[in-house]
């Protein structure tokens, strides 16, 4: 079993590739185990008995509404207990310390528990005729539900943090107050009804949860393999969970876990906390913060912009001048233009709002509240988004480009920074010395919406 077996010193690190592994490892040591008792077992581990699954799966013949209990026990050692003990158990200390997450190869943090709770479901889907619909989104129905009924509306959904160390993660901070439903929470239940509905429909019988989760999460933007879906990966969360799902699906599932039938002012909460959680979740971008990516800090405290702002302004990088394919790259472009930035030109920070990768992410520059150095004599009234890469005479994929072009802009005009009627223009039509950026993104940016062929400021 290379490969498989696992030191003491590497089995405490909080990040997914080392999760895998060690479900792998307990699938050596039980061979004869369904996917769905393993599954079922992590989740005890994990303290998630509380009938989460249950009353929702129908058997084949309506007989009871619970699912029977799986007897089939694990055969664990004493390394591998202690790893999903201390791996599995979601909560948070009185210092803001999230346990029960790890960090994946794209950037994000994942909570385990919701996310072993969605294969369950749909595992056990798998064997029933029918199913409720939406049965995969219970788990996270579940959470949701308990946040809205036990939060201030301040703090419904979040908070996001920050890991101790990229390369080695072990401790993941939460940047202010949480709420029940952190983002890894959110990440780990989109994942979870995912896969979950996708388990639901294929036939598992010879697919080892290993190796199904080392294809959602470890497959590289270019890397096909035979397990699943190209499009069916980790870093396409947000589009894959929109597809399966919508606000009125989400309201109802919500609803259902929640005695609110009658009660008009817990309607009403649900209804508030569903739409907060769409805009967050569903339509705004997943976007990678600074300290993912190994930011420096400012080298003086930014001027603060005031919301909303008129302008988007569209950039390319030029240098580097290829797309980066995987966070590892991405991060070291970013530093490496904040360093150009900074040393070279001697801005205070890297001079991008918010910076797109070809990894299915958008890279947090200076962000929603700073202003920013990209547009000379413009920085005050608009935002500045670059693609890395030089997109002269080709253009960045049709992901990255939405990812702007629909998803950043309605983020921003949804959240108050950017105004309903904001204009769009590429960076050549300000500073006239640059072709930024570039001639082929600046002809596709024409066909955009809220496009000007002229500068209104002129």
Same mark, same amino acid.
């Given at each position: 079993m290379a490969g498989i077996c696992m030191q003491s010193s590497a089995v405490h690190l909080r990040n997914m590739e080392h999760f895998i592994t060690a479900v792998a490892h307990l699938e050596h040591l039980n061979p004869q185990l369904s996917s769905l008792a393993l599954v079922s077992n992590l989740c005890q581990i994990a303290d998630q008995t509380h009938n989460v699954t249950h009353g929702f799966m129908r058997s084949s013949n309506n007989e009871t509404?619970?699912?029977?209990?799986?007897?089939?026990?694990l055969n664990i050692n004493?390394?591998?207990?202690?790893?999903?003990?201390?791996?599995?158990?979601?909560?948070?200390?009185?210092?803001?310390?999230?346990?029960?997450?790890?960090?994946?190869?794209?950037g994000t943090t994942v909570a385990l528990a919701p996310l072993l709770l969605g294969l369950e479901s749909g595992l056990r889907a798998e064997n029933v005729s029918s199913q409720p619909n939406g049965f995969y989104l219970h788990p996270l129905a579940r959470t949701l539900g308990l946040s809205f009924l036990n939060s201030t509306p301040t703090v419904r959904l979040g908070a996001e943090g920050c890991w101790d160390s990229v390369s080695a993660?072990?401790?993941?901070?939460?940047?202010?107050?949480?709420?029940?439903?952190?983002?890894?929470?959110?990440?780990g239940g989109m994942d979870g009804a995912i896969l979950g509905k996708h388990l639901s429909v294929v036939n598992c019988s010879k697919m080892n949860v290993s190796t199904l989760l080392r294809s959602y999460y470890l497959r590289t933007v270019e890397e096909l393999d035979d397990v699943?879906?190209?499009?069916?990966?980790?870093?396409?969360?947000?589009?894959?969970?929109?597809?399966i799902t919508s606000s009125s699906l989400l309201q109802e599932k919500v609803a259902g876990v929640l005695p609110s039938q009658g009660d008009a002012e817990l309607e009403s909460l649900i209804a508030k906390g569903i739409k907060e959680f769409v805009l967050r979740y569903m339509d705004c971008p997943s976007i990678i913060p600074r300290c993912i990516w190994g930011a420096a800090p400012p080298?003086?405290?930014?001027?603060?912009?005031?919301?909303?702002?008129?302008?988007?302004?569209? !950039?390319?990088?030029?240098?580097?001048?290829?797309? #980066?394919?995987?966070?590892?790259?991405? *991060?070291?472009?970013?530093?490496? $233009?904040?360093?150009?930035?900074?040393?070279?030109?001697?801005?205070?920070?890297?001079?991008?709002?918010?910076?797109?990768?070809?990894?299915?992410?958008?890279?947090e520059g200076r962000g929603w509240m700073s202003q920013g150095a990209h547009t000379k004599g413009r920085n005050n009234v608009g935002y500045g988004v670059a693609f890395i890469g030089d997109y002269s005479g080709r253009l960045p994929s049709t992901h990255d480009m939405e990812l702007v072009r629909h998803h950043l802009v309605k983020c921003g005009v949804n959240n108050g920074f950017l105004q309903e009627?904001?204009?769009?223009?590429? !960076?050549?039509?300000?500073?006239?010395?640059?072709? #930024?950026?570039?001639?082929?993104?600046? *002809?596709?940016?024409?066909?955009? $919406?809220?496009?000007?062929d002229k500068d209104p400021l002129k």
């Amino acid at each position: 079993m290379a490969g498989i077996c696992m030191q003491s010193s590497a089995v405490h690190l909080r990040n997914m590739e080392h999760f895998i592994t060690a479900v792998a490892h307990l699938e050596h040591l039980n061979p004869q185990l369904s996917s769905l008792a393993l599954v079922s077992n992590l989740c005890q581990i994990a303290d998630q008995t509380h009938n989460v699954t249950h009353g929702f799966m129908r058997s084949s013949n309506n007989e009871t509404e619970t699912h029977p209990k799986i007897k089939e026990r694990l055969n664990i050692n004493l390394n591998l207990s202690h790893f999903f003990s201390q791996a599995l158990h979601h909560f948070i200390t009185a210092a803001y310390e999230e346990k029960g997450v790890v960090l994946t190869p794209d950037g994000t943090t994942v909570a385990l528990a919701p996310l072993l709770l969605g294969l369950e479901s749909g595992l056990r889907a798998e064997n029933v005729s029918s199913q409720p619909n939406g049965f995969y989104l219970h788990p996270l129905a579940r959470t949701l539900g308990l946040s809205f009924l036990n939060s201030t509306p301040t703090v419904r959904l979040g908070a996001e943090g920050c890991w101790d160390s990229v390369s080695a993660p072990m401790v993941f901070t939460l940047s202010n107050f949480p709420s029940l439903v952190t983002d890894a929470v959110v990440h780990g239940g989109m994942d979870g009804a995912i896969l979950g509905k996708h388990l639901s429909v294929v036939n598992c019988s010879k697919m080892n949860v290993s190796t199904l989760l080392r294809s959602y999460y470890l497959r590289t933007v270019e890397e096909l393999d035979d397990v699943l879906d190209p499009h069916l990966k980790g870093r396409n969360r947000r589009q894959n969970f929109q597809k399966i799902t919508s606000s009125s699906l989400l309201q109802e599932k919500v609803a259902g876990v929640l005695p609110s039938q009658g009660d008009a002012e817990l309607e009403s909460l649900i209804a508030k906390g569903i739409k907060e959680f769409v805009l967050r979740y569903m339509d705004c971008p997943s976007i990678i913060p600074r300290c993912i990516w190994g930011a420096a800090p400012p080298q003086v405290p930014l001027e603060l912009l005031s919301p909303p702002m008129s302008f988007l302004y569209i !950039h390319h990088t030029a240098i580097p001048s290829k797309p #980066c394919l995987n966070l590892q790259t991405c *991060s070291q472009n970013m530093r490496a $233009m904040q360093r150009f930035h900074q040393k070279d030109w001697g801005w205070y920070d890297i001079g991008y709002s918010f910076v797109v990768g070809s990894d299915g992410y958008i890279y947090e520059g200076r962000g929603w509240m700073s202003q920013g150095a990209h547009t000379k004599g413009r920085n005050n009234v608009g935002y500045g988004v670059a693609f890395i890469g030089d997109y002269s005479g080709r253009l960045p994929s049709t992901h990255d480009m939405e990812l702007v072009r629909h998803h950043l802009v309605k983020c921003g005009v949804n959240n108050g920074f950017l105004q309903e009627d904001f204009t769009i223009l590429g !960076h050549r039509q300000v500073v006239v010395t640059t072709s #930024c950026p570039g001639n082929a993104l600046y *002809s596709e940016i024409t066909t955009w $919406m809220h496009y000007k062929d002229k500068d209104p400021l002129k």
